[in-house]
């Protein structure tokens, strides 16, 4: 087996405070029974460089079910959740920049 390519790990700060708005949002929109934090996960893309050039906490976020078949040839998403997902982009823009 021969590396070819890859990412540097990355992880925010899970005490910044934009990490925990980003929570309590979610939390509000999705009801805090059904939020999760999860510190890694894998395929999270070019985070690494990105925080190291801006010097910003990334949170990563989806819209999409436990269902969906993520990246099966079924791979679905509901109305209800690009919904859900939109308004908690909504909300969290909004919290951030009061």
């Known amino acids: ?4 390519l890859g990412e540097d790990p990355f ?7 934009f990490f925990q708005a980003a929570t309590n949002v979610a ?15 894998a395929g999270g893309g070019p985070q690494a460089p990105v925080a ?3 010097h910003v906490p990334i949170v990563s976020v989806g819209c999409g ?3 969906s078949g993520a990246h099966a040839p ?3 998403l509901r109305v ?10 909504v909300a969290l823009m909004r919290q951030v920049g009061a």
């Open 1 to 4: 087996m021969t590396f070819k």
């Open 52 to 54: 190291d050039t801006l």
């Open 27 to 41: 939390k509000s929109v999705y009801g805090a029974d059904n939020v999760r934090v999860v510190p890694n996960s």
């Open 11 to 17: 992880r925010s700060d899970l005490e910044n405070p």
């Open 65 to 67: 079910y436990y269902g």
């Open 80 to 89: 209800r959740d690009y919904q859900e997902g939109a308004w908690y982009m």
């Open 74 to 76: 079924n791979e679905s």
